[in-house]
Every structure is written in C-alpha cells, then in structure tokens.
C-alpha cells in the first residue's frame, strides 16, 4: 500500500430522525467491505487494517442511537423485534444501497463482512444469519448474550470468526457458544481467546485478523480454534487480486 491514511466520509440519513453513517475509505481500491454497527467508533480502525497490509478494506460504520436502550433493541431481535427490523432494514437496504452508488463499489457476498463488538457482535450474528446470500462472513467480538443460537440454525451459513478476552469470562462464554453452535450446524468457524478485558484494545487488534482470514490470499485457511498470540496467515506480495469497483470482473458480479 502506498500510505495508510485513508478518508472517512459521513452521511446524514433520514433514519430515526438523523441517523449517521461513516465509511472509511483506504488509500488504494477497495478489494473488501465491512459494513459494522457503532459505525462512530468502528470506522476510525480502518487505518489499523490499513496499517497490516492486507486488503484493502472500505469500513461502513451505522453509528449507533444515543439511547443505550434503543441501541440494544436494534442490535438484538429478542427485546423490540419491530424496533430490530426497522434498523435491520436500513443497515442491509439502505446503507448498502448508498454505498454502492455513492462510491461506485460492487458488494458481491464474497468480499463482505458484517462486524460488531459487544451487543453490536449480536447484531452481527443476527444480520448475518437472516442474509448470508449478502454477506459471506460476519466478524463477532465480545458478544452480549441477548442473542442467543436457536434451537435450529437455517442453512445455508456465512463463514465466521469469533473471538472473546480471557479478562471478560462471560462475554467469552457467548462468544464460544455461539461458535460451537455455528460449527455445530457446519459453519466454517474460527474461534480465538485473546488476552484481553471488555471494550479493550484487542477488538482493534483483531479486526486486521478478521480480514485477512476472510479476503486474503490463504482465507479459510485457519479454521478452528485460536490462542493468544497465535498468528494468521498474511498478505503476500504475489497476490493478484482485483478491486471490487463497478468496472471490474468481481464486482459486476454483486
């Protein structure tokens, strides 16, 4: 990569009277999207995914509501289910739909993610499971236990990385059950512990992981379950992959 100083680009929506959203845009073409919930925090990593080397990775952050009620009400489909499929509707319709027209980037579930920390984790799982035809993996740190796996988990499955802190047991516990119920229902599944407490630094840490075990050039390669410290598989200069722009092979495909 050139630099890692990308551009972050925020949009004022009609959603819930003015509900934000940011992207963060990186310095070269975007080879993958994440699209996250408390997008005001999620989207300032970029430059941390940037910074690794990967790929390169457009972040679309839906900042969340002010009211910590409402977020969880939006971000788990068990409290206020109306309240959940109103934003469900915005994040996967709207905020996809202003992506791809206002910066001419294709979204083919391949090289897309959905991603959240703590109840935005559960969002992540929620979103994921009910539209793995539009996003082909989900990115889930910390969980909240709002959201639990159902009794049955429909097929088909986006692929899946978790990971929670040894220093927060019970959102490791969510964590970890959510991935035995994933791998349980034949989910490609990467579960990782790291050394860590609630809301610290290992979310940002990890999400450069995340990536490139989901777009690089060895994705998939990982699957299981991972300690602290153990690596994954980086970006090798040979890659030869292709932006997903509206003008490429890749992205006519969305």
Not at 63 to 76: G, I, K, V
Not at 140 to 163: D, E, F, M, Q
Not at 211 to 240: E, M, N, Q, Y
Request: aromatic share 10%; glycine share 12%.
């Amino acid at each position: 990569m050139s630099s890692t100083e990308g551009e972050l680009v925020t949009e004022t929506f009609e959603y819930d009277g003015a509900r934000q959203v940011t992207a963060y845009l990186p310095p070269d073409p975007p080879e993958a999207v994440v699209f996250a919930g408390d997008g005001q925090l999620i989207s300032q990593w970029g430059e941390v995914v940037a910074a690794a080397d990967g790929p390169s990775t457009m972040i679309v952050g839906v900042h969340r509501s002010a009211d910590e009620t409402l977020r969880l009400h939006e971000y788990s489909p068990g409290f206020d289910p109306d309240r959940f499929a109103a934003h469900e509707r915005f994040f996967v319709e709207d905020v996809r739909a202003w992506t791809r027209s206002r910066f001419g980037v294709a979204l083919p579930k391949e090289r897309t993610a959905v991603y959240g920390v703590s109840a935005g984790g559960e969002l992540a799982l929620a979103i994921g499971l009910r539209h793995p035809d539009v996003y082909g993996a989900v990115f889930c740190a910390s969980p909240g236990g709002g959201y639990r796996p159902p009794g049955v988990i429909p097929s088909p499955l986006p692929r899946a990385y978790l990971v929670g802190g040894t220093q927060e047991p019970w959102f490791l516990e969510n964590a970890t059950r959510w991935a035995d119920a994933l791998r349980d229902a034949g989910a490609d599944v990467v579960m990782t512990e790291r050394d860590g407490s609630h809301g610290g630094a290992f979310w940002r840490a990890e999400l450069p992981l995340m990536v490139a075990w989901a777009f690089g050039p060895c994705s998939g390669s990982h699957d299981g379950d991972a300690k602290s410290g153990d690596p994954l598989p980086p970006r090798t200069a040979a890659d030869p992959r292709r932006s997903i722009s509206e003008n490429s092979p890749l992205g006519q495909e969305g």
